[in-house]
């Protein structure tokens, strides 16, 4: 039977974990309901983006002989060399969030070394920076703090080398790994090609579809610089869904830890009483052993 005094000691221990991780889940909480609402917003705004693209590489391509003359938009068959930016957690205590983006990025990279694809790997997050750093696979360039914190500047800036080298033909293709929001109980893992754009949703359609009003000479020109918002606000949205899905992983990860202490206190409350009756009952017996032997 356990020491009466160890047995509270680890009722006092697995007590103030509880504490703790309820308080985590409480916090990962309100945090979902801003980013929740973010998220949202930013799904309208990039769904409007890409119909205005569609819109636009649609005239392109039904009007013009040849259709689309961008690289952005040219399925390239044998590519070879093409970026991999994934986006992970800065922070862990989020159950399987992590490491469901970690084994889609090693998929992703096992098909691409099977095609003899040089692949440049490019890192969102510390806990994915963390992971291929320690298994030794190179890593193109990194960033941190910037999965936890979303900021437009910053993403802009960290994925405008990606575009430029595919305008330039250095890379064939940019793909963007990362687990989103789908919602409060629920993770969605995206493994989308951002870069060629594919123009097999694009289709003939006389009649626009938003507002806009561009002369014919013009639209390739704006085709272009739509690719570079389209592109940028796709990483940008990927880290806003992102850290939805974190917050909405870490409150169930609390969730169930926060569940498991109170078993575990309960069990341990069992114990104790079981240990303390029998403290009890040989005290009785050694008292009464006391007794008779002095009769």
Do not use: W
């Amino acid at each position: 039977m356990a020491n009466l005094k160890d047995i509270q000691r680890q009722i006092k221990s697995v007590t103030n974990t509880q504490k703790t991780t309820r308080a985590m889940k409480l916090v990962s909480t309100a945090k979902l309901r801003r980013a929740e609402e973010l998220a949202k917003r930013s799904r309208l705004y990039a769904a409007k983006m890409n119909q205005v693209i569609a819109e636009i590489a649609g005239r392109i391509k039904c009007n013009k002989v040849g259709g689309i003359d961008n690289r952005c938009f040219t399925e390239i068959e044998s590519p070879k060399t093409v970026d991999i930016v994934f986006v992970t957690a800065d922070k862990g205590l989020c159950g399987g969030f992590n490491i469901q983006t970690i084994k889609a990025v090693k998929k992703l990279l096992a098909e691409y070394k099977e095609e003899n694809v040089k692949v440049r790997l490019r890192g969102i997050g510390k806990k994915g920076i963390e992971f291929f750093k320690y298994n030794e696979v190179e890593l193109f360039d990194s960033v941190a703090n910037l999965s936890s914190k979303p900021d437009k500047e910053r993403s802009d800036d960290f994925i405008e080398t990606s575009i430029e080298d595919f305008k330039d033909g250095k890379i064939d293709a940019l793909h963007i790994v990362y687990n989103g929001y789908k919602n409060m109980i629920t993770q969605e893992l995206h493994v989308n090609k951002i870069l060629p754009v594919d123009t097999e949703q694009f289709e003939c359609d006389d009649e626009p579809k938003s507002m806009l009003e561009i002369e014919a000479q013009d639209e390739e020109h704006m085709l272009d610089s739509l690719v570079n918002r389209y592109v940028q606000y796709a990483i940008y949205y990927a880290l806003i869904d992102s850290v939805a899905a974190e917050h909405s992983a870490r409150m169930q990860a609390m969730d169930a830890a926060t569940n498991n202490a109170k078993d575990m206190v309960k069990s341990l409350n069992v114990e104790f009483n079981k240990a303390r009756q029998a403290a009890i009952t040989t005290e009785l017996i050694e008292i009464i052993s006391g007794v008779e032997s002095m009769k």
